[in-house]
């Protein structure tokens, strides 16, 4: 349906997309997943024609978005982050209007016009005007321009941006039902969103895609990168033999503090270690102070892909304040005070005695 080719996007000396090339298949809902200023917005409007790219090649439907703009852009309907509404019009009236600028014949736009409302659950709303309705209700509308002319691909650009609870499970609902029909990309930054809703997921960090991959998959992933936490009252080259003789172990780390050993261990998918490793340690008289399983889950794999272990993990600290900093604070305590003794020194014009004769 889609073909990205080594795609990307400068903006000055900003590298903004760098040379990404992934496939959109027909039938499946896409996640475009990445923290904020990771390259998503930018890839979904050179998706959509609305952007050009510095280089690389997207087909859609074996049109060229490029070349030939006007073919590729009937496969595609559009829903930026901000709805492009008219407030002084009617749902009807704009999805009409829609209709009319993406050349769908009259005599077909009225009925397309009310099953497209009616998908999209607005059609008891279609004769009040768009800026009287709520937030959910104006989404609800930006998505059903996006379906407007029977697009093959709607993209949704952080859909449930500033909904309440109620409105962003309305708008996963319509989401997934448009998934029975349309192939459907959404772009956003939380991973409980895209896991929701998608089959798919295409993680871009930095302007990169660090992983891309269904749900599944992933998931089994997060897996196998379970561990099992043991501190150990010994020494670390006793607790490394004895873990080393257990069944369905297959690597693991040691750190040793204070005569406590802290032991990582990886072990094969479906194993159950845990007694195993009770009784060794039994048996070798070496006290166990601790030992539970540290579950991998989806979110770390995409914190770990999206930001690295080295941003995850940095500490923040508190810059130290410069001599004019420091002036400048002492400037600004100085200016409250003398601001606080103007207000306490203040004589109004009329006291409330007048006040109180004015109301007579």
Sequence with gaps: MIKVRNLTKNYGNHLAVKGISFDIEPGKIYGLLGPNGAGKSTTMNILTGCLAATSGEVKVDGHDIF??????KKHIGYLPEQPPVY????????LSFVAEAKGVPFEKSLRHVKEVMQLTQIYDVRNRLIKNLSKGYRQRVGIAQAMIGEPDVIILDEPTVGLDPAQIIEIRNLIRKLGRIKTVIISSHILAEISA???????ISHGNIVA?????????????NNALIIKIKGEKEKAQKLIGGVKGVLSAEYAEENGIVTATVQFEEGADIREDIFNIFAEAKTPILDMHSNESTLEDIFLELAYGNDERNASFEIPAISDEEEETEEEAVHAKKKAEKEEDDYKPLFS?????EGDE
């Design 212 to 224: 891309n991959d269904t749900l599944e998959h992933l998931e089994a992933e997060a897996s196998r």
């Design 197 to 203: 809703v998608c089959d798919h997921v295409i993680i």
């Design 87 to 94: 407030g002084e019009m009617t749902p009807r009236e704009y």
């Design 67 to 72: 070349e030939d703009p006007i073919e590729a």
């Design 352 to 356: 409330s005695s007048d006040d109180e």
